[in-house]
């Protein structure tokens, strides 16, 4: 099987910065696209941020420049760095992977387990 463990969440005053963080690891042929979405309460979870594993990068609208997505394809890891974080960024950061697992030819999607971000004073 295939497991990610994010870690780096926590709470940050507004105007702070976290850098959250990814590994998969388990039956892995090759990883894809690796990215991070988020779910605040009472809301649909959301892209934040993606990365197809040759630099092509993709972010949502409201990052505008403060987050930016990165990747460790020798070690299949994904980092976050946010930065200038406010309120309204709180939520729960989930990071995606699409897979190829041994013994298996089509790509699959999996998640990790999803770490808090709290921004507030």
């Known amino acids: 099987q295939v497991q990610l463990v994010e870690s780096g969440g926590g709470l940050v005053q507004p105007g702070g910065s976290l850098r959250l963080s990814c590994a998969a690891s388990g039956s892995i042929v090759s990883v894809s696209d690796m990215g991070w979405y988020r779910q605040a309460p009472g809301k649909q979870r959301e892209l934040v941020a993606v990365h197809d594993g040759s630099d092509n990068v993709k972010y949502a609208d409201f990052v505008q420049g403060r987050f930016t997505i990165s990747r460790d394809k020798g070690i299949n890891t994904v980092y976050l760095q946010m930065n200038s974080l406010k309120p309204e960024d709180t939520a729960v950061y989930y990071c995606?992977?699409?897979?190829?697992?041994?013994?298996?030819?089509?790509?699959?999607?999996?998640w990790g387990q999803g770490t808090q971000v709290t921004v507030s004073s």
């Open positions: 995606n992977a699409v897979v190829i697992r041994i013994g298996w030819q089509f790509p699959d999607d999996y």
